[in-house]
């Protein structure tokens, strides 16, 4: 798969509104009324700032990102003088022209609050909105800093389009019964620009640092933000290192279709993070990705590992080392592989540390983890068949994977002793056929997992993929021909306290303040979210013209896990929301969006805001 020309789209005569299908976020506007205080028993995680609730908004940066490689936006954030446990963030951008997708990476001193990537746009131009809660960040939005805003960008004659960007910060309080993280440090210590403004180079790759941590942690997160760029960008559709060169001397991309990112701490594994395989606005064929983009584009997810289980260790008052690399396979031509030190150019990769403090004074103790952490298991497989005059006509490379990781100790603290542990499984299949001299590619990856914390969480989840695209290239004729077709999905389900917002948080609110009395809540109450996407396109260029007719299909639904009625143990789930979209040659064609009956009333604002919004 290659990065495409973007297209100078003679589209909709009017701007284009493009948007991520995703679950819809709390905002102030919509709270039925005043917010009632927390219950005295409950776990308060309202910033220090007393006084009166906030329900304001401010505009943190309105910047217009031109030649913005190495120049990223800086500002200052100030928080507002009121009390507020919850922050949700409006990023909007405008674009007109001609321009690649691009990643934006945006920073609170040198921690990393949201990654995205922009849409690709047209002639007429495009717009779009997306909000993000990020009060999983309190600690963070309370306090004055930097605000860096990195979105590398180059306009010139031909790629004529800046992005225009308006990032807003809406802060209100709501009932709320999670307790925040007292602190959130970032990893590397130090924010790294995409790319370097004097050589060029691509900064960041594998990344870590040493640092030293408070002593009296309780309960302590990382998460991981990755995502693979150039040669990386479609990783789940390269071939093994050993047949790159298979279809002539233009090299593939390299380490097979296998990724897995990893947490090293002091050199140990502490966990892993086997990556959803994002599609970018101009990735496959860009009429796929106009007006709806692909799953998670707008807001890439980041996975979580707790390291409570390593506290022992972390809270002894000296330095420990914290390294996220990125791997893949190297093989050796008969199918035997073993997980490379590298893979090819480049990720970028950024990690936080979530730690939860005990009283002041108090040190965490325990015993050094003890860790099971055999190296995945890997099943390679190869075939090459050949046309009459003996060269390489078709290309197979299949990898199965699958990894077993726990990590336990004692760790206690003021609250006394207990056994932390942090368990994964998982499991990847890639079959990636090539036909017809490398002209036809067809992907069919699947991954799928589950990690468990004994702090209460837990996180399954499944991300199929399916691609086929042709791809006809007349270097006389100056053209380019695609065809793909693309089946995909993403599946999640997390039950307990993810260090994220759950995506019930909107059911949650407007429940609680309804007149109905509360749900359930517990331990063992969920969430599950099922995204699925599929499509086919067609992408012409011929000279410095091309079009992109397509057919985009969406559907999400997120659904809530609460105890059974009967056994112990046993769950039931209902549908809280669902979405259907459907858009055929860049014009939304179908939208349905529907709320549980038992609760559409309670939504009926936000219900227009969401359908106001495409
Ligand atoms: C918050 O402010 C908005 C807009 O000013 C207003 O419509 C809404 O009623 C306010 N909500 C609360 C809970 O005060
Ligand atoms: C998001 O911000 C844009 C630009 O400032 C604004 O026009 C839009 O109304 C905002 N949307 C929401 C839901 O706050
Ligand atoms: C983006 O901002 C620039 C500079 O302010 C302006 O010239 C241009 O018209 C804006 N483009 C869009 C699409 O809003
Ligand atoms: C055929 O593929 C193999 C494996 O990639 C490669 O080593 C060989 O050079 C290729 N043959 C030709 C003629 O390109
Ligand atoms: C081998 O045959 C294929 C078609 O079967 C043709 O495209 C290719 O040019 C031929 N290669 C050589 C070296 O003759
Ligand atoms: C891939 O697409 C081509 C062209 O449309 C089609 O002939 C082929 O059957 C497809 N392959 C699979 C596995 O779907
Ligand atoms: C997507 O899948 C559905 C269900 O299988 C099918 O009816 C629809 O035609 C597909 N749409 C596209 C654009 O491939
Ligand atoms: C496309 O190329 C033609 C011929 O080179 C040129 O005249 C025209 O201005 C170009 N159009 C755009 C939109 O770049
Ligand atoms: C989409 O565009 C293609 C190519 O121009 C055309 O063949 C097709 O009929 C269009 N589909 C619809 C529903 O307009």
Known sequence: MRVLEPAVVAAATSVLRVFQVSTPVLAPPNLPQAVPMLSSNEESSTTSVQGQSCNITQTLMMHSFGNSYGHPFVGYYDPPQCSFNHITLNLTVEATGRQFDRLAVAYLGDVEFWRTSTAEPTSDGIVWTHIKDVSH??????????????????????????????????????????????LVLPIPARRMELQDKDSGEHLQANVGDSIVLPQNIERAIFTISASGQMDEEFWYSNVFSSHVRTFGSDPMPGQSAFREVQLLIDDNLAGVAWPFPIVFTGGIVPGLWRPIVGI???????????????????????????????????????????????????????????????????????????????????????????????????????????????????????????????????????????????????????????????????????????????????????????????????????????????????????????????????????????????????????????????????????????????????????DLYRRHVLAVNDTLVEDQETYNAELSQQHHNLRQYELGSV
Request: glycine residues 8%; negative net charge; aromatic residues 10%.
């Open 296 to 574: 998670d584009t707008f807001d890439i997810r980041e996975d979580e590992i707790d390291i409570t289980p390593w506290l022992p260790l972390l809270c002894d008052g000296k330095s420990h080392s914290f390294q996220i690399r990125v791997v893949g396979i190297n093989d050796d031509g008969h199918d035997h592989g073993h997980i490379s030190d590298i893979v090819g150019n480049y990720w970028v990769v950024t990690g936080k540390i979530f730690l939860w403090l005990d009283h002041d004074g108090s040190v965490t103790s325990g015993t050094y983890p003890a860790s099971f952490t055999p190296s995945p298991s890997l099943v390679l497989f190869n075939s090459i068949g050949t046309s009459p005059n003996g060269t390489n006509q078709t290309l197979t490379n299949v990898v199965d994977a699958t990894r077993d990781l726990t990590v336990s100790s004692q760790v206690k603290t003021s609250k006394g002793k207990k056994t932390s542990l942090w368990q994964q499984t998982l499991s990847y299949s890639n079959w990636n056929d090539l036909y017809d001299f490398g002209v036809t590619q067809v992907v069919a990856q699947h991954t799928s997992g589950s990690a468990t914390s004994s702090e209460g969480y837990s996180r399954s989840f499944s991300y199929p993929l399916f691609v086929n695209s042709t791809t006809i290239q007349n270097k006389a004729a100056d053209s380019l021909f695609i065809s793909a077709t693309v089946n995909r999905g993403l599946e999640i389900e997390t039950v307990g306290q993810s260090v994220f917002s759950s995506d019930l948080k909107l059911f949650d609110n407007s429940y609680t303040h309804g007149s109905r009395t509360a749900r359930p809540r517990g331990p063992d109450m969920g969430t599950r979210l099922i995204t699925t996407q599929n499509g086919s396109a067609i992408y012409f260029r011929h000279g410095n013209v091309s079009f992109s007719p397509a057919t985009t299909q969406q559907d999400l639904v997120l659904s809530h896990i609460v105890p059974g009625d009967s056994k112990a143990g046993s769950t039931k789930q209902h």
């Open 137 to 182: 960040l309190l600690s963070l939005f309370s306090q004055p800093q930097e605000l860096t805003f990195d979105l590398g960008n180059l306009v010139n004659d031909k790629y004529t389009s800046p992005f225009n960007a308006t990032l807003q910060a809406t802060f209100f309080e709501a009932a709320d019964t999670v307790r925040r993280a007292d």
